[in-house]
């Protein structure tokens, strides 16, 4: 999977000024700032070495405008972990050093000197290789792949000794480079697609110039894979993408197949045969061959671009932000929106999901327009996009979810239910506001919308009747608005016929947004004009209890048993 845009990270406003000048050079680069003491940042975080860490392990570039030694003690704890490790640098606050840290692998070198030139310093690259040879050999450009990191490091260790090196195969790459070439050196770098046995003289380095066609429904398919490209003395190495007929979208040993090769999965109308399909994808194959009736592999002379091959399988996720506030957002989401092509939903949540790259496609849509955004999500998904539609709180609690999947199920459209739909859930505003206050919820309780936009206002009655006799806690969604005035009033009024005028309630408003309040009240002293539609109602239990707290409004819970209480239900 491509590697996320760089994160700069900040301590202080006095960083601020350094960061936009590097973020010109990386316009994809979200500027993370440090809560409370930065203005003006993209993103704020509370906590430095959590945020450092979490970004280093989603395979986040790291841009960190700080002492070196905070980068290295905060990521140390990871290092021994085998796993992500993009480029990390540090950048002195005022743009006079780059140091590039962690990543070698990565490019982070390349970064170096990119950030350097921007702020009209030279890198601090300490890197032997890269210093003498002008390029990281062990970091082939892309396209290309390297065969074995172990034995390639003792190669460059070799070179950097003094040894010349021969070049074999098509490598444009390297002609920049200063390297010792000589035709007769021992040590040679090879560069091409056939299966060729490691050996210490060599540098193997494979173009990423195989496709490979398949047919759906094989089971352990990663392997019949490998075992062909084996039988036909191709590098596994080489492969660049799996290519399948698009009516196999959604088959699921195909997709398990691109994972475990760690290839992209792409589709094309199958013309014929499957060796039609894999040439038909390689302009001009060096080679192609047929493996019995259901896999076709087609060579290029050069490496091929997966993203120009057929198309992918679209992706919709129908994710839920949580309340508002970005650390109560689950990193799935997070990671979900980073990968998005087009994102739907109401304007306020859209922007609320913000900010966006300049790539990221906005359709911001009326609140109430949902089937229409649901359809429109799946036209898009259904071109081989990535899309996300956005909910506030949970999207399957009144919200996006349920439309999305409605509109799916009328379909008829098999390029519809061939996108690979998913529903990523979030801090419902209920959840947040009673953890806010306690733990109202504590124990059974309900969840129930007051708008009788789309139900009958009986339903919305009997549901309050019997939710309050059967002794639930209730949250109350879409308690009020303009054009439903009357409505919370006669709610009340129902419950209060079971419940005492003690019964503790609950009031959030904004809750994990700027300007949020909280306050707890009771059912007797509960009034319509108390609430707007921006705020969730909690109506307690007969056991709900409220007791003073040192700071702020009294803690509220609902206690997990009945104990000797005695409760009327009838
Ligand atoms: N999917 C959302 C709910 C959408 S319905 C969720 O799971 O939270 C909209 C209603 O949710 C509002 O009328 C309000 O009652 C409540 N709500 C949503 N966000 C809120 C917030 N941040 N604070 C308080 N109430 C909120």
Redesign the pocket.
Known sequence: MARPAPAIVILGNGSLATARRIQQRYPDALIHGLAERVVGADRTYHEFGATLRELYQQDTPIIALCAAGIVIRTLAPLLLEKGAEPPVLAVAEDGSAVVPLLGGLGGVNVMAREIAATLDVSAAITTSGELRFGTCLLNPPSGYALGDLELGKRFVSDLLAGESVRIEGPAPWLAEAQLPEDQQARLAIHVGHAERQANANELLIYPRSVVVAVTAGTPDLANIIRAALHGAGIALQSLACLLADERDMADVALRDAGLDLAVPLRFSARPGSVLEQAQSAVSAPLKAIEIGADMAVAVAAAPVDPLLIGRPRGRLAVI?LG??AADLMVPAVKAELARANDVLGYETYVRMAGPFRADQVLHCTDNREEMQRARHAFELAAQGRCVVVV?????????MAAAVLEALHESRDPAWHNVDLEILP?????L??AAQAGAPLGHDFCVL?L?DNLKPWEIIEKRLDLAAQADLAMA????I?RSRPWQLGRALEIVAQHRVPETPVVL??????PG?TLRVTTLGQLTPDQVD?????LIGSSTTRVFPRLQGVSWVYTPRSYGDKLVDIS
Do not use: K, L
């Not at 909910?391 to 919200?399: E, I, K, L, Q, W």
């Not at 959030?508 to 947004?513: A, E, L, P, Q, T």
């Not at 539609?533 to 109602?537: E, G, P």
């Open positions: 839920g309340p508002g909910s506030s709180g949970d999207p399957g609690v009144f919200a979030g801090v419902s505003a209920s947040a506001t919308s708008s109350f969604y879409n308690p608005s959030g408003r904004d809750v994990g947004r949020q539609m921006r705020t969730m109602v």
